[in-house]
């Protein structure tokens, strides 16, 4: 069903002239919230509603300041403007919010809301059990050890051919066919990262006293737990996860090495070294998929429509509501992200292309998060709006995947097609050994309390030895025991990063429904990003056709599906 692109949502709470910006102006609708006590079953959703309502006039507004702030960063005043709203807006917010919750959790009108509620119902009692004043100014010093790590990752350059370079600059060298130029490349990369080891793991140890506190402080009985209620992990456990280390070890990892010895034996070398993964193995130039951004926009609206013509549709009134900003220029942020204008219901997106391949799936994915956005707006609550991470990453992953017959609108020659196809599998294969490294290496981060830095580097090098593919880092042992340091997730949104795996097995069971029967697999999974988050995880993948299962069962027939797909592309 085309979703309805023409619907507007005009206010019904907030007043039409209300400055988001002034505190003033927003505290009264806050407390015209709190104060009005809702007296029945329909008063109380109608309440809901109105609360979603300004929560969406508030989100619209930071989403606003973001775009503009990111679009030019040399704008000294959008900066100021972004900064603002988060220092002085968004902190006396969360004790309204909290407030609010309360008010709901005591409503006795709470349980005789429709079915529908039950969700949003156990959401906000989440929330609110896991609250503890104590714990805001644990996580403002937490906030700041943050900061510091980002300070001290984003300070790191190199001096290479008479230039100074970001390590993100750095990355396109080791895509270079000499290979003295990749381990030169390599090489000062990891040796500017050892110079602030020994900093990034004090700060580590502080973070991990830190979160020790705030999870005894809320009654857990260590952070694993209360980071598994905090990410609103309601529909799996920390077993399942480790059900899911088990799986790739056992049904990727071989893959991986298969991948591997080819790229060895293609690119004849006797070991493969850190510096030999990113350079193509046949010593082509980089693809070269498109020039200009209007190129990029035109191929990738005419891929949406080979999926599905509604998506072709979506991307176009984006492209014509102002809704991308896709040219890498002077001034703008790096990176790309899609983001919600939560009151217009509408989604943006922002990237840097500069016409590479990685610029298509860059696209492509966040072209999925954004028909996922549309394919909800209609939903009246916020919070059903939006879809845990672990699905609303199906969506874009997804749609990566289905994408990959259609690559030939960007290449000409058969060759480029066959050699994208095969990056993009490759790249899902070789994520999942990364994924589960990074989780199994918090599980026992967080599990282990008080372990010493001698005992963790431990941990670490048997964790990545359980999931490394056949890569020689011979000589450089302590780059390797420093490797985690470069996964900002552990520092900054610890535990979160499986979430990735999980979404992508949805993916590759989407995919590989598509290959059999493609117009079935697009109705599903169009018809779960319509339910939003609505539904728990298991009924979200139920609706797009795939398990939401962990075990080396579904991996393993999920890996030869891409095992024959890629050597059907190569043969
Ligand atoms: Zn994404």
Redesign the pocket.
Known sequence: MPVDLTTTFPRRFVPVGVDMDDWAQIEPLFRRLLDGTPDSPAALERWLEDISELKAALGEERTRRYVAMTCQTDDPAREQAYLDFVEHIIPRLKPMAHALDETYLRSPDRRRLPARYALFDRLVANRVVLFRPENIPLETEEAKLKQQYQKVTGAMTVQFRGMEHTLQQMAPYLEETDRATRQEAWELVVRRRLVDRDRLEGLFEQLLALRARIAQNAGCADYREFAFRELERFDYTPNDCLRFHEAVETAVVPLVRSLQASRKADLRLATLRPWDLDVDTKGRPPLRPFRTAVELVGGVEEIFRRVDPDLGQQFRFMRDHDLLDLESRKGKAPGGYQSTMHERRVPFIFMNAVGVDGDLRTLL?EGG?AFHMLAARHDPLIDYRETPMEF??VA?MAMELLAVPHLGVFYPDPNDVRRAQREALERVVLLFPWVAMIDAFQHWLYTHQGHSREERRAAWGRTFARFAPDVDFGGYEDALDALWHRQLHLFIVPFYYIEYGIAEMGALQIWRRSRVDHAAAVRQYRAALALGGTRPLPELFAAAGAEFDFTARTMGSLMRAVEEALAAIRG
């Open positions: 994915h998060h609303s990453e874009s």
